[in-house]
């Protein structure tokens, strides 16, 4: 890489936040297994299926996230340059809420029932 070595806890304050968000990915990995695999039927049709590649996806994109954002602040930190921005963690939060805001409404929809 360019520039001058960082100091080594940026660096390794770096790879843990790269770290946290690998978890991430795997918990929404095995979240969506998870759903394949166990959730009994829903109340709307593939709704299971839905969720499961929703989660699926969600992990992966998780994961190259975390590596862009890891090797765009390793170079900022070496060129002295201001840290990347990012708002893909209000962006995530926001997903996960509207998940969770659907599942409300699917588990209303089956008690109704």
Same mark, same amino acid.
């Given at each position: ?8 806890? !940026?660096?390794? #304050?770096?790879?843990?936040? !790269?770290?946290?968000? =690998? ?6 990995? #095995?979240?969506? &297994? ?9 109340? +709307?049709?593939? %709704?299971r299926e839905i969720i499961?590649?929703?989660?699926? &996806?969600?992990?992966?994109?998780? #994961?190259? $996230? ?9 170079k900022a930190m070496r ?7 990012? $708002? !893909?963690?209000?962006?995530? @939060?926001? +997903? ?6 659907? %599942?409300?409404v699917a588990v209303l =929809?089956?008690? @109704?029932?």
């Amino acid at each position: 890489m360019a520039g001058e070595k960082p100091d080594y806890r !940026f660096s390794l #304050a770096n790879e843990r936040t !790269f770290l946290a968000w =690998i978890r991430t990915a795997l918990a929404l990995l #095995a979240g969506g &297994l998870a759903c394949a695999q166990f959730l009994p039927p829903l109340p +709307i049709s593939h %709704l299971r299926e839905i969720i499961a590649v929703a989660l699926l &996806l969600l992990g992966g994109v998780v #994961a190259v $996230r975390a590596v862009d954002h890891w090797a765009r602040t390793e170079k900022a930190m070496r060129l002295g340059a201001d840290l990347p921005r990012s $708002r !893909f963690p209000a962006v995530l @939060a926001l +997903i996960v809420a509207v998940g969770a805001l659907l %599942l409300v409404v699917a588990v209303l =929809i089956k008690a @109704a029932r």
